[in-house]
């Protein structure tokens, strides 16, 4: 079996397909790691979801933040986050299949992790503080709580504070500062402060600002994770960060990392296949 990582889809239905026929997947032999952000953005987000649910357990897919967004349009709309300039999810809130197709994205976790690959799978990043352990463990709570109540939760999602990481943090202030982390994170100070505004590429960055994982000493530094949402980052590799935001949406390119003998090879030597 080999399992590939893919970056953001966001809709880009005719660029998965390309990429999967360029990959040769196969469902009965192969795994696809998905980073998140399948919808929204791109014109095809309806199509995107029912391929990728159609590829069944072939698929691992963690949740980023525009899958997020969908879920709140549709589970708790007085959220005060409604339609964003840009959004293209009203065919796929009018469509016949949308409570399914949103029955099956409420169930996706928000951090997978595989002691076999030795590779852990997020949409973002993880804060300096936290260990793989730490990290399940909160991802975990959010999504019993997503499920359980995702109006209740939708309410109390959206927001920037508490943007430091304490294990004081109870209820709505632990469950945003994960989702954060989790969906959102692309900078952070050295002493764990979120910086969840800055978007550009790491050489725009202003004094105090440091890509999450590039933060010194963080808990997770001889971790190897798999993200996305960084497209102004690009495809990045290094022996323990894999970023595959490259973009497709934007005019860019749709990126596959295969996972296996990347604990062998160096990372200039993983095999790497993109289509536009």
């Not at 072939?58 to 349009?73: I, M, Q, R, Y």
């Not at 964003?84 to 469509?95: E, H, Q, V």
């Not at 590429?201 to 963080?218: H, N, Q």
């Not at 990347?262 to 296949?273: G, I």
């Amino acid at each position: 079996m080999t399992t590939w990582a893919i970056g953001d889809l966001q809709g880009c239905h005719g660029a998965f397909v390309r990429l999967l026929e360029a990959i040769n997947f196969s469902p009965a032999h192969d795994h696809l790691w998905l980073v998140g952000d399948l919808v929204n953005r791109g014109p095809h987000s309806t199509a995107t979801l029912r391929e990728v649910i159609g590829l069944g357990d072939a698929v691992t897919s963690v949740l980023g933040n525009h899958d997020l967004h969908l879920l709140a349009l549709a589970m708790a709309p007085n959220s005060g986050n409604g339609m964003r300039p840009g959004d293209t999810l009203d065919k796929l809130l009018a469509a016949h299949d949308c409570d399914e197709l949103l029955g099956w994205l409420l169930e996706r976790p928000l951090l997978h992790h595989d002691p076999k690959l030795n590779w852990t799978l997020v949409h973002a990043g993880l804060p300096p503080q936290w260990s793989i352990a730490t990290a399940e463990r909160e991802a975990r709570t959010v999504e019993t709580a997503l499920r359980n109540d995702p109006v209740g939760f939708f309410n109390k999602m959206y927001g920037d504070q508490p943007d430091t990481w304490s294990e004081t943090l109870t209820g709505a202030d632990r469950w945003r500062f994960t989702v954060n982390c989790l969906t959102r994170l692309r900078y952070c100070t050295a002493e764990g402060q979120l910086l969840p505004k800055l978007k550009g590429p790491p050489d725009t960055a202003p004094e105090g600002a440091l890509p999450w994982f590039a933060v010194p000493k963080r808990r997770a530094a001889k971790d190897r994770v798999v993200f996305g949402h960084w497209s102004a980052l690009g495809l990045m590799r290094s022996p323990t960060a894999l970023g595959l935001d490259t973009g497709c949406v934007w005019g860019g390119r749709l990126t596959a990392v295969k996972l296996e003998h990347t604990h062998t090879l160096p990372p200039e030597e993983w095999e790497v296949v993109q289509v536009t």
